[in-house]
């Protein structure tokens, strides 16, 4: 089976070593991702709404890239620290 490897651009991808998705066959996988821009700044700092968007958005780039969007979408998972934010 045909691994596909999809880059960011981000410079974090090869300092550690991971793809912002990964397609193999029909699954696509997407690395855990943060609200940091391309040039290493947080977008939304303390704005859980505005971190979530922007998130979303480069899911979707990722997606887009792999051949894929959202209706494809099967199981996610999200993360916070401080859920009474």
Do not use: H, P
């Not at 410079?11 to 550690?16: G, H, N, Q, Y």
């Not at 821009?37 to 780039?61: C, H, P, R, S």
């Amino acid at each position: 089976m045909e691994r596909i490897n999809i880059s960011s651009g981000a410079k974090w991808e090869d300092i550690v070593g991971y793809s912002r998705a990964v397609r193999t066959g029909n699954n696509i996988f997407i690395a855990g991702t943060t609200s940091v821009d391309e040039n290493g700044f947080v977008v939304g700092k303390g704005d859980a709404y505005e971190q979530t968007v922007f998130i979303l958005m480069k899911i979707e780039k990722a997606l887009n890239k792999a051949g894929a969007c959202f209706k494809d979408v099967v199981r996610t998972r999200m993360y916070v620290t401080d859920i009474n934010l």
